[in-house]
């Protein structure tokens, strides 16, 4: 129970990594040179990707043995 635990607050951890990456910070100036471009513009494309990470790590913690 002990180790399933674990896995939940790690996987809690990396699921709202990407919600709201921290590459984010390196990758923003790069890709936004000659436009003006912020962090909210990016953050309505990473809800999908949430959406899918958070059901499919759901299931495992669940319904995958340890």
Same mark, same amino acid.
């Given at each position: 129970m002990i180790a399933r635990a674990s896995l939940a607050i790690a996987f809690g951890e990396t699921l709202t990594n990407c919600l709201q990456p921290f590459y984010l910070l390196i990758i923003l100036p790069i890709m936004g040179l000659g436009?003006?471009?912020q962090?909210?513009? %990016?953050m309505?494309?990473?809800? %999908?990707?949430?959406l899918v990470f958070f059901i499919s790590w759901a299931l495992? %913690?669940?319904?995958?043995?340890?």
């Open positions: 436009i003006k471009i962090a909210r513009d %990016v309505g494309y990473l809800i %999908v990707p949430f495992m %913690v669940i319904f995958v043995p340890i």
